[in-house]
């Protein structure tokens, strides 16, 4: 690399606070190489057009043109598309869309969402961090490290997410009637948020549901073993780390977990079930019962159509888990071979090999 070759301005977008978490191994990389790089971290397009940026790196479609001449990198939460992004207008002004994979890159082309220039079949960024030494352990939590544990890691769309089903028998649901030992740690999605202004502004009918969730997790809480995670924008790969079995329903985090290769229970409650069969319940409009989210859901986790059958299947991955070489194959498919820890690297080596605006 040329010693004099012009310093590049690298901004970054958090349309919100978790956002970061997408973003955090390409900084790290961008960190390594002070003389090439200027990084700027902000949370409003106007903070962030005064920064005058070569490059800028989006989570969301929202702000793309307010920067004509810089190159935008789009990168997603999920590791497939999910919630109907492949159809949103906005993408096709991106420069470049990182992607897990050539699989993903085709369902991009299927659904005719191009960027400008090129797909990044890079993989995921949040997926990194599982490859990074665990900053938690079980004795943080105040969990036993002996026993299994269990991760709930729930949607907030309230037409599809398991809370509605589960209410306030978690502890319950999970444990099973004979009360199994089994760690529980709930990391609800951050939207849940309803200290979070941006959750309320975006959200304001759904403020008083979200309360009562929170109220739910609040009371699991106070059983021995349970830890509810209080700050919800926090990174959920820490909690990935400490668990042994995914307890979820539909949601982009099933896909950073899949990565773990370690096994999933996914439920489906009526409502879901409702939601593929018509829009019968007017579901949000980035809502896709046909979509790429659940494209594979059989093949990554054991399926629950009753609260009284999750245990059993907890039981069931946690023994003999059938499901595992489906997994790996699925892996294979979704990831290529992009879950190794390196997809920011890959990014960077890209933005420093080619020539921006």
């Known amino acids: ?40 971290v902000e949370s409003t397009v106007e903070n962030l057009k005064q920064r005058h940026v070569d490059i800028i790196f989006f989570a969301s479609g929202y702000g793309l043109k307010e920067f004509p001449r810089a190159t935008k990198i789009q990168v997603f939460h999920s590791c497939l598309i999910s919630k109907g992004v ?35 079949p890079f993989g995921n960024t949040q997926t990194d961090l599982l490859f990074r030494a665990p900053k938690l ?25 398991s809370i509605s089903s589960f209410k306030n028998n978690l502890v319950r649901i999970l444990r099973g009637s004979n009360n199994e030992k089994r760690n529980i740690i709930i990391k609800v999605h951050p939207a849940i948020n309803t200290s979070n202004k941006v959750i309320q502004k975006k959200f304001p009918g759904r403020l008083s549901t979200f309360k009562m969730w929170q ?13 509810f995670v209080h700050d919800f924008d926090e990174d959920i790969t820490e909690y990935m780390k400490l668990s042994d079995v995914l307890v979820g329903d539909v949601s982009g985090v ?46 990554m986790g054991y399926q629950s159509y009753s609260t009284s059958k999750v245990s059993e299947l907890i ?40 020539p921006h605006s």
Request: charged letters at 30%.
């Open 1 to 40: 690399m040329s010693s004099d070759k012009i310093l590049k301005r690298i901004g970054f977008l958090l349309s919100y606070d978790f956002h970061i978490h997408f973003f955090q191994t390409v900084i790290d990389e961008l960190k390594r190489h002070p003389k090439e790089f200027e990084i700027y």
């Open 86 to 120: 492949q159809y949103h207008p906005l993408h096709k002004e991106n420069d470049f869309i990182v992607t897990t994979s050539t699989k993903e890159t085709e369902i991009y082309k299927q659904h005719g969402t191009e960027p400008k220039m090129a797909f990044l």
């Open 137 to 161: 352990s079980h004795k943080d939590l105040g969990l036993d490290p002996n026993v299994p544990t269990i991760l709930y890691a729930p949607t907030f769309t309230k037409e599809l997410t």
């Open 215 to 227: 109220g739910w997790f609040e009371e699991a809480e106070r059983q021995e073993g349970v830890h």
């Open 254 to 299: 099933n896909f950073i977990w899949l990565a773990t290769g370690k096994p999933m229970i996914l439920f489906n409650s009526w409502r879901t079930i409702l939601a593929r069969v018509k829009n019968f319940l007017h579901l949000p409009s980035y809502f896709d019962a046909n979509g790429p989210e659940w494209m594979y859901r059989r093949k």
């Open 315 to 354: 039981k069931k991955a946690l023994k003999s888990d059938p499901m595992k070489k489906e997994r790996e194959n699925l892996i294979s498919i979704l990831f290529d071979s992009n879950a190794d820890g390196n997809t920011g690297k890959r990014i960077v080596e890209h933005i420093r090999e080619t």
